[in-house]
């Protein structure tokens, strides 16, 4: 099991700035790519930056130029820096880990509890 806790949200005008971090607990060993992924009101939850354990950065082209995820495995957590933020950017924030399962090469998703951005114009 993996347990996920996010800090960071918040209210904040168009054009400002949001860090959002998330603390994995737990198998910490078995987790393979950590990312973001946000959900708005009356919308499917959508991918916003992963980072694999090894390889290359993934971002939605939504943010990619405004948005930096990065990782430190020896913390086992993930941030999420968010400038030049656009009301259309509000949603609920979710951090993600994809957890090996044991003796298998197959992964099972976990998700932290979530937390509320709010961008206002």
């Known amino acids: 099991q993996v347990q996920l806790v996010e800090s960071g949200g918040g209210l904040v005008q168009a054009g400002g700035s949001l860090r959002l971090s998330c603390a994995a607990s737990?198998?910490?060993?078995?987790?393979?790519?950590m990312g973001w992924y946000r959900q708005a009101p009356g919308k499917q939850r959508e991918l916003v930056a992963t980072s694999p354990s090894g390889g290359t950065t993934n971002y939605a082209d939504s943010v990619k130029g405004r948005f930096t995820i990065s990782r430190d495995n020896a913390k086992n957590t993930v941030c999420l820096q968010m400038n030049s933020l656009k009301p259309e950017d509000t949603a609920v924030y979710f951090c993600?880990?994809?957890?090996?399962?044991?003796?298998?090469?197959?992964?099972?998703?976990?998700w932290g509890q979530g937390t509320q951005v709010t961008v206002s114009s």
């Open positions: 993600n880990a994809r957890v090996r399962q044991i003796g298998t090469f197959r992964f099972n998703d976990y």
């Open positions: 737990g198998s910490t060993s078995r987790i393979g790519a």
